[in-house]
Structure formats: C-alpha cells, structure tokens
C-alpha cells in the first residue's frame, strides 16, 4: 500500500513518469482496489509490469489503458492452488486490457465469471496494438446461473494465445469469441469449451468464434455440448485466411462441431463425434484438406448436406478418415452426403478413406459419399461398407459425377450399400475409368431403376477394367452394373471384370445396358446373365470364378479359377497394381477381376523374403507395432500403420517353426504354415 499511495503522490505531482525506474514493476496485490490501482499505475509508469494476485475473490469492473509499449503480465501470487475469481457482478467486464501500443500481453491462472450483465461482451477483454503479443493461459471463464456473459474476447493484437483455459457456460453465454481484427496468428491449445451458447448477439459460435486472422491454429482442444440457436455452429466457428484444427474433439455440439471458412483449410486428427443441427465439419475455401479424422454419428436434418463432413472448394483432398453412422435427413437438395459431400471446382481426391453405415433419406445422393467435381474427379483405396441412400437416393456407398473432365474410381471397396439406384455406387461423368474395385452384397430398391452394384453413364468415355462384382441385387434391373448410354460419342470399354452371381427382379441379372453410343465393347470378362446389345461381345466366359471364400469375404480368385490369366493386356488403362498392390500382369499375363492369383508375396515380418520368420525377425516387426512406427523392411513392408492381425500372424507363423507358403487368398490368412 506504501508503493501505491507513494505512486499516486508522484502522479498527481506530475513526477511520476521522470521517477520511476524503467526496470520492471511488481504490484502485489490482495484487495479489488489494490488491483485498480495497480492496473491505472502500470498503464502509465512507463515500465514492463507485474500484478501478482493474492488468492481472493474480486468484484468490480477493472480496467487497464495503456498507450505505451511496456508489456503487462497478471498472475497469481501463490505458485500452487491459486485461487482467484474476477466477477464482474452483472454490471460490465470483469477486466478489460487495452493498449493501444505494441506491447506483451499475459494473464494467466485467473477464474472469470461470466456476470458481465450482457450477453454481448466478455468477462476478459483484450485489446493490444498491431504489433502486441498476447497470451491467455490457464484461465476459467464460468458462468453461474442467471449471468451472462462471453468468456473471453480479443479484439486486436499481432499474436495471439490461449492455452490451458476452460470455458464452461449457460444459455446467454458465449465461450472464446477472437474478433481479431488486427490479429495476424490465433492459437487455441488444450482447452476445454462445454455448454457454452450463442443466441445471436454479436460472437457467433458457442465454444468458439475467430475472424479476421490472417492465421489461425486450434489444436487439441475438447468441445462439448455447445450449441447456438441459429444456422452458426455451436463448436467453433473460425473464418480466417489458413486454418488448422488439429487433435480437437467435437462431442455433442448442436448445430455442428465445427465451421471453417479460409484459402487454406486443414483439418487432421481430429474427432466428431454426435454432433447434430449441422455437420459434424463444414469446411470452405481455395484449398481444404482432411486428413486422419474421424466422424462419427453425426446428424443434419433438413435440406442441408454431409452429415460427417460438408467441404466446398477449388481444391479438396479427403484422405485416411474415418466416417462411421453418420446421417442426412430428408431433403430436396442434390448435395447431400451421409458421411460426407465433397465437392469441388478444380480437382477432389479421395483417398484410403472409410465409410460405414452412414445414411441418407428422400431424394439424395450419397449414403456414404457425395462427390462433385468439375475438373478431375479421384476416388482411390477406399472402403464403403453398409452405407444407405433411403427414400428415392441414389448411390448407397458412393455418389460420385464429374460433368466436364476425367472420374478415376480405383482400388476401392463397395459392400453392403444400398439404395434406389445404384446400390454400390452411381457414376456420371465425361470421361469414367472404373479400375481394380471390389463391388459386393450392395442392393438396389427400386423397382423402376438399376444398379444394384454399379449404375454408370459416361458421356465420353468408360473403361471398366479388372473389377469383382459379385453378390449384388436388385429390385429393378442390372444387378451387377447398369450401362446408361445416353449419347452417341460414348466408348464403353468392359474388359476383364469379373460380373458374376448378381440378381435382378427385372432384366440382366448381371449385366443391364441401355441406350447407344459410338463403339460399345464388353471383352475377356466372366458374365452370366446379360440384357441390352453390344456392339462387340467377345472372348468371355461364363464359369463361377472359384473364388476362395465369399462367404467370408474373401473374393481372391483360387489357382483352379477359370478367370485366373484369362483377361488381356490389351486393356485400355490396365493398372499396373490390383487392389492388393500386387502386380497385375504377372508371367505376361493378366487375370479377371480386381485380384491377380499370386503366391510369391512374403509376409512383411520376412525381412530377407525366404519364406521364414524368425523370432528375430518377429520380435522386431512387433516392436515397430507396438511403438507405432512406419515397417519399411524387407521385400514387401506391407501395410502402414501395422495392421494387429499381420503381427499376430506372423507370430502365429513363427511358433509354429517360422517356415510358410502364400495360398494366394484374402491377407494375412493366406500366409499358411509350411513350404
């Protein structure tokens, strides 16, 4: 109190400023005047300060002004079990910094509430100049019942952190709303962001609002249970120009987990999970990426799209996420996904993704994928399994049209989807190449349609080569594929598919096509049931393809296979790859369907390929499992990450005297013991 009464003297003499050392200032303080009048010191003492808080419980609206360049820093005194509370008791903020210098900015380890007595301002509000760096860490923002209250706004700074804080909150009460009008770089790290609700005052978004950064970066944060009364999203709502959530967790937030809108969107890592009103995440921009995230049992209703995820762009590349029970409600809209829409103007690559029992109802497309492009359309190495496009939608797995350039569908799996037309999946585009897909047990309901693995129209070219569609059904025609020819320049070139054991109420149990187009050729494949006129149907067989065990799943061809080096080389974009990333031409020749029959592929714990494995050579490859490291060894390093059932098979193999043979049926089972 000495300090203080000794500093006010000096500053009512006007000494003040000439006095004081330029070294740095601690205030300690224990009284809610203590903390003004050390908050008005510190803003014109010219010096780098220090408020260190006793443990206690403030009431007031404290405010700091400051237009010089000394930095601030407010923390508590006591290093351990601080605690201090900051209340604003309904009548303003409970602290607001302002500075309009370039100054360093820090509180940390203080509890606000949220009783600021408006639902449009923030317990702490900072506001530093455009060269300030400011960093809020380890704070709470609560809200007690009947207050109101955003928890913390900044509104302008060069670099801005907040880390370690929670903010927990109640209807009128908004999280972390960043305005950022000056702000260049935002960073929101481990933080914790619950119940917090936005009801359409000036900070959109319960958990948290950022705009205006030039950068913004939010990672491993936890959201849950936020939720805004309008179309904004109740996770958090970042609009800034590159963006990246990384490691975040979106559980129960309504009207979505989260909404970016940037020129460059990343989202990796991160979980959506029963998130609802919205999508789990709505990204737009120049270029989006998701990488590596999971969505799960999110819900949209209404006309919206993409119940998992909505991404919108010039570029999009959607690649190693998991999508699993997520749903669209009814809608007349043509964009809608129920894991997720994905659609683009410049190119979309969708990659080694998973989608599982995702959902669609009415009129829509997509019960596991949407995907529109108008340039390059590529959808490799990915699993959709029991996905459902209801009412009268098509495409249960994956809707996929490229209008105006090249669809590339490679290396994927189609099993157990349905949907009015195209149970597998529905393909439109200028120019279609379907290559190495295993299309299986996928329904189409419609009477009035087809497709019950596969609907397909290229306006331009089709070539579909080396796919296995077997088991699927239909309620209309075409159970295997449905050729929809609608012009007169279209090539359809079918060479070496397996397209056998399919059903169909109506016509072409295996095979439907309908319509004309320039050369129609359907060469070296293994066909049953056929409906419709090709212009050359030639050199293929009609034998079941033996395959090891569909039963099961496992669609490998046996070495007594009618299709085993029955296809041609002469295939129009014949892949150098089948769907195991085996070689397709093996001994100058080429099976049918998406698996080449081959037994010289070594298990990946087989480091010098001798068909044997060590104790050495397994203890190593577990290691590298259970450490989660990348397997580059060997002839054949298999599978990243390391799939558990490859370790346990390998062990399997070494108990039993290490010696194996490849049978050349569904990995790893095929690895047998004995040479």
Known sequence: MNLFRTSLRLLASGLFLSQLPLHAVDFPVATAQDLQNALTLAAANGANNNIYLANGYYVGNFNYNSSGANSLTILPAAATNAQITLDGAATGRDLNISCSADANITVQGITFLRNCGNSGIGALRIAGGGGSTILVSGCQFLSPTNTSGVGLELASGLNATVANCTAIGTPNNGGIGVTSVGVTMVAVQNCYLATNYWNGNPFPGGGIYIAGASVATVTNNEFNGNSSSGYYCGGIICNSTTITLSGNTFTGNFVGGASCNGTTVLLTGNTFTSNSGGSGAYCSGTTVTLSNNRFIGNFIPGYSSGGGAYCNGTALTITGNTFT??????????????????????????????????????????????????????????????????????????????????????????????????????????????????????????????????????????????????????????????????????????????????????????????????????????????????????????????????????????????????????????????????PQIVNGTVDMGCYEFITTITHPADTNGDFVITAAEFNAYAAAWKNGQTWTNGPNPGPNPIPANYVTRAGYLMTNNGAYHNDGSARPVNWKIGH
Not at 434 to 445: C, D, G, P
Not at 460 to 480: E, K
């Open 325 to 582: 029970g997520n749903s669209a409600a009814t809608g007349g809209g043509n964009w809608t996904g129920g894991g997720g829409s994905f659609i683009a103007t410049s190119t979309l690559i969708i990659s080694g993704n998973t989608f599982t029992g995702n959902s669609i109802s009415g009129a829509n497309f997509g019960g596991g994928a949407y995907c529109y492009c108008s340039g390059p359309l590529t959808l490799t190495n990915n699993t959709f399994i029991g996905n459902s496009a209801g009412g009268t939608g098509s495409g249960g797995g994956a809707y996929c049209s490229s209008p105006g350039t090249t669809m590339t569908v490679f290396g994927n799996t189609f099993q157990q989807n349905n949907a009015a037309t195209g149970g597998g999946i529905y393909a439109a585009g200028q120019t279609i190449n379907l290559i190495n897909n295993l299309v299986v047990n996928n329904s189409q309901t419609s009477s009035s349609s087809q497709g019950g693995g596969v609907w397909v129209n290229a306006s331009a070219t089709l070539n579909m080569i080396n796919n296995t569609v077997s088991g699927n059904t239909a309620a209309g025609s075409g159970g295997g594929v449905a050729y929809e020819v609608n012009g007169t320049v279209e090539l359809l070139n079918v060479y070496n598919n397996i397209i056998w054991g399919n059903s169909a109420t109506g016509n072409g149990g295996d095979v439907w096509l309908a319509g004309t187009g320039q050369q129609k050729l359907f060469l070296f494949n293994d066909v049953d049931n056929m409906y419709g006129v090709w212009d050359i149907a030639a050199t293929n067989i009609d034998l079941s393809p033996r395959f090891f065990d569909p039963v099961n799943g496992d669609y490998h061809i046996q070495s007594t296979s009618p299709c085993r080096n029955a296809g041609t080389t002469n295939a129009p974009g014949l892949s150098a790859t089948d769907l195991d990333g085996n």
